[in-house]
T-cell receptor, first 114, second 109 residues
Framework: NAGVTQTPKFQVLKTGQSMTLQCAQD?????MSWYRQDPGMGLRLIHY???????DQGEVPNGYNVSRSTTEDFPLRLLSAAPSQTSVYFC?????????????FGEGSRLTVL | GQQLNQSPQSMFIQEGEDVSMNCTSS?????WLWYKQDPGEGPVLLIA?????ELTSNGRLTAQFGITRKDSFLNISASIPSDVGIYFC?????????FGAGTRLTVKP
């Protein structure tokens, strides 16, 4: 029972490099999202998707792109990494966006931008 | 956007003690949730509250949805070492969920 799977778990980038954080869920959830976690700031929503082919911006979308070509996958792309993007990133999913309550989170991806 | 103020930021307690943490907001929410994050893991839902005034328990955990819909608290009774972690409150209004900054709990055996 995999749930939400994120890769990689750790990544170090140089400023200006690009990379993609992968997220996959096997629960047939419509809603998927990306959060970043920074000390003292809780979890902040970056982008979300309510279904395949549909994405939208969250609270802190700048510097990130997403796409949702399948129900299962929701990759997060950093086109030109900046030190301010050093953070722990979490992918989360739920049955639907308006289904109140339970978001299922991945284990997180720790990104360091030098 | 709505801001959630979660307190305390951290707690150091002795095993067996009770713990209380709370979350307040300047805006109302329809749902309050409490998550726990173990070290190196993603947050996991502990309790969800759906009605103002609702009091819900899950084992040693008790949470309440404030009457004003702007606050919630979480109590943990008789703490044990595995309670260690970061506890997050989250408020949801229609399609938007916001998280508090978290309470880091340390339990000394």
């Amino acid at each position: 029972n995999a749930g939400v799977t994120q890769t990689p778990k750790f990544q170090v980038l140089k400023t200006g490099q690009s990379m993609t954080l992968q997220c996959a869920q096997d629960m047939n959830h419509e809603y998927m999202s990306w959060y970043r976690q920074d000390p003292g700031m809780g979890l902040r929503l970056i982008h979300y998707s309510v279904g395949a082919g549909i994405t939208d911006q969250g609270e802190v979308p700048n510097g990130y792109n997403v796409s949702r070509s399948t129900t299962e996958d929701f990759p997060l792309r950093l086109l030109s990494a900046a030190p301010s993007q050093t953070s722990v990133y979490f992918c989360a999913s739920s049955y639907s966006r308006s289904s109140t309550g339970e978001l299922f989170f991945g284990e997180g991806s720790r990104l360091t931008v030098l | 956007g709505q801001q959630l103020n979660q307190s305390p930021q951290s707690m150091f307690i002795q095993e067996g003690e009770d713990v209380s943490m709370n979350c307040t907001s300047s805006s109302i929410f329809n749902t309050w949730l409490w998550y726990k994050q173990d070290p190196g893991e993603g947050p996991v839902l502990l309790i969800a509250l759906y009605k103002a005034g609702e009091l819900t328990s899950n084992g040693r955990l008790t949470a309440q949805f404030g009457i004003t819909r702007k606050d919630s608290f979480l109590n943990i009774s008789a703490s044990i070492p595995s309670d260690v972690g970061i506890y997050f409150c989250a408020g949801q209004l229609t399609n938007d969920m916001r998280f508090g900054a978290g309470t880091r709990l340390t339990v000394k055996p």
